[in-house]
């Protein structure tokens, strides 16, 4: 039951052998009995999945998954989920792919689950000892709103929703029924993080320290942020109505 590091990427060419390289070292050393990094590209022009697939030959753990059409963060993550628990992985984790999440962390997130019994660790911009560099005072304004919207409207107690930091044991992801998942860009994190709680997992947020990425283009937009402030309330509606109609098919 190995460890899977799931890394979606598009354009970042500039990024993704440094990370790959990076988060290879780490998890040779949390993980001395095996691992896997899967990259998954959505077909990014600027040479991103040649890149990987180098990585690739070289280094016997990573794999690369690639995708002909660009759809979005959620898909893209949940096809990397599928392959990886179809591989057999027992913890799965996700993380960005430009270096505004440290891969000296996947060690802590992964102790988290693996060591310290948690079923889904979520790396923690929010909580003590968290934080964010490098960013606008809008930007952080948007972010805490937007976690602090969500942690409202869904009745969690959890300070920071929207990151996509995080290490899932197995069973969480078998239990939220990947095929169900609705949302496809910033609601994504916060859908994956309710239904784990909707399920009875036990989630822990460890605290990481998020900076602005240095190289590429970030892939936020307002467009983005929007389609979260209209989902998040039917997310509710729509989770609750299947965990009814689950009870109902179970009885």
Same mark, same amino acid.
């Given at each position: 039951m190995l460890p899977w590091l799931v890394l979606p990427t598009y354009d970042e060419a500039p990024n993704v052998e440094g990370v790959v390289r990076a988060a290879h070292g780490v998890l040779s050393r949390a993980a001395p009995e095996g691992f896997r990094i899967l990259v998954v590209d959505d077909d990014s022009p600027d040479g991103t999945g040649a890149i990987a697939d180098r990585l690739a030959g070289e280094l016997p753990e990573v794999g690369v998954l690639h995708r002909a059409v660009r759809e979005g963060l959620g898909p893209a993550y949940l096809a990397g989920f599928a392959h990886a628990l179809d591989a057999g992985a027992g913890y799965v984790m996700e993380m960005d792919a430009d270096f505004s999440h440290d891969p000296a962390d996947l060690a802590r997130l992964l102790g988290a689950v693996r060591d310290a019994g948690a079923d889904l660790a979520?790396? /923690?911009? %929010?909580?003590?000892? !968290? !934080?964010?560099? #490098?960013?606008?005072?809008?930007?952080?304004?948007?972010?805490?709103?937007? /976690?602090? %919207?969500?942690?409202?409207?869904?009745?969690?107690?959890?300070?920071?929703?929207?990151?996509?930091?995080?290490?899932?044991?197995? &069973?969480?992801? &078998?239990?939220?029924?990947?095929?169900?998942?609705?949302?496809? !860009? %910033?609601?994504?994190?916060?859908?994956?993080? %309710?239904?784990?709680?909707?399920?009875?997992?036990?989630?822990?947020?460890?605290?990481?320290?998020?900076? #602005?990425?240095?190289?590429?283009? /970030?892939?936020? /937009?307002?467009?983005?942020a929007a389609e979260a402030v209209v989902l998040v309330p039917r997310l509710r509606r729509f989770i609750l109505y299947s965990d009814r109609a689950t009870t109902d098919e179970e009885h």
């Open positions: 979520l790396g /923690s911009r %929010y909580v003590r000892g !968290g !934080g964010v560099e #490098d960013w606008s005072l809008l930007r952080r304004l948007v972010s805490r709103g937007g /976690s602090l %919207y969500a942690a409202l409207m869904l009745g969690l107690r959890i300070r920071d929703l929207t990151g996509g930091f995080k290490c899932f044991r197995r &069973e969480v992801l &078998e239990a939220i029924d990947l095929s169900t998942v609705r949302s496809k !860009g %910033y609601a994504f994190q916060v859908e994956l993080t %309710y239904r784990a709680v909707r399920r009875g997992f036990r989630v822990v947020e460890v605290p990481i320290v998020f900076r #602005d990425r240095v190289r590429g283009r /970030s892939k936020m /937009s307002w467009r983005i």
